[in-house]
């Protein structure tokens, strides 16, 4: 047995996005049915990113076990000769049994396309959002800063989600307009949630027509309520650009907005197998919260050894269950997270 790695381009227009739907033909479909022909064995990939109707993918990433001889590197090739002409497979390589493309630590990047101009153009329908309304780019692009780090995304956020938690890191957004009247979204990030991309768009292009001033975008922000947000723009603008995956782990992760400050210490990881979650301030209403997916994001990064150190006053208990974890004080005024499995 072995688990094969690959990245796949789409064009999502004919298709009920990645997960396999009753309603209709998916990628996911696609490729379980084609991989099976051609393997000669029963194939059910896993991807790393589940888009969603009409959406497309430059670089898209999924796994699947195999019994075959075939080298993992040529799979691609001979795939791609019975896919249908607007799914391909880039690359494909074996990797170890255990890689999950859904539980490594990456940065995924996404781009959404507005057609700004007062005609629609036929050939770009597919790929961009047609808006006839001028937009303001450097208000948009003035919003989209308040956007940039690590917030609670819930304003962005569709109601039928299904996230534990909505905190996500926004590493950077851009938006440029070229010569051919297309104004491009640039996202990348450690995560996102459920249509975020495309409700962020459709608040910033509230921003661009002058119905949002730019700074009621951290108000929407600090509200976690998607009624204040925007719309949720189509998906024949979004596109998946690809996803970058971590080859090592950092040695510190830092995370700080007005509710929290924090630095996850893994200097000692490699070596140790020891990591220090060390708050610095954190709002009571958010203790809970940070512990739980910092501990868990500690372990995740492959953590023997979880350890908090609190600032005095914060109101952390040996009592309370985060997550799976509960805290045992050590001697040396640290907290240990020890698993329950509860």
């Known amino acids: 047995m072995k688990r094969i790695k690959m990245t796949v381009a789409y064009d999502g227009t004919a298709y009920c996005g990645w997960q396999l739907q009753p309603n209709g033909v998916t990628i996911e479909e696609v490729l379980n049915r084609t991989l099976s022909d051609l393997l000669k064995e029963p194939v059910c990939i896993t991807g790393a990113s589940r888009t969603d109707s009409g959406v497309h993918a430059l670089g898209n990433v999924a796994v699947f076990d195999t019994e075959s001889r075939i080298p993992g590197d040529k799979i691609c090739f001979a795939l791609n000769q019975r896919l249908p002409e607007d799914i391909r497979v880039l690359s494909s390589e074996e990797v170890p049994l255990d890689w999950h493309p859904r539980k490594q630590n990456c940065i995924k990047t996404y781009e959404y396309k507005i057609l700004n101009c007062r005609v629609d153009v036929p050939t770009r329908r597919l790929y961009a959002h047609f808006c006839y309304f001028p937009l303001d780019v450097d208000k948009m692009r003035e919003a989209a800063a308040y956007l940039v780090g690590e917030h609670d995304f819930i304003s962005f956020c569709s109601a039928r989600h299904q996230a534990e938690e909505t905190v996500r890191t926004l590493y950077g957004i851009t938006l440029d307009k070229g010569s051919d009247d297309i104004i491009t979204i640039r996202l990348w990030g450690s995560g ?115 350890f908090l150190e609190a600032p005095e006053g914060m109101a952390v208990s040996e009592e309370t269950q985060y997550g799976f974890y509960r805290l045992r004080k050590e001697e040396n005024g640290l907290f240990r997270a020890v698993y329950t499995g509860v």
């Open 192 to 306: 996102f949630l459920y249509n975020m991309v495309r409700i962020i768009a459709g608040t910033l292009m509230k921003v661009g027509m002058g119905v949002y001033p730019p700074e009621h975008v951290k108000e929407i922000l600090e509200a976690r309520d998607r009624q204040q947000a925007g719309q949720t723009a189509p998906a024949r603008g979004l596109t998946l650009v690809g996803i970058q995956y971590e080859t090592e782990p950092e040695t510190e992760i830092f995370g700080e907005n007005e509710h929290w400050s924090y630095v996850l210490d893994q200097r000692e990881l490699l070596t140790a197998g020891r990591s220090v979650l060390r708050v610095k301030f954190c709002e009571e209403g958010e203790i809970l919260r940070l512990i739980r997916r910092m501990v868990h994001q500690a372990y995740r990064n492959g953590a023997g050894e979880v």
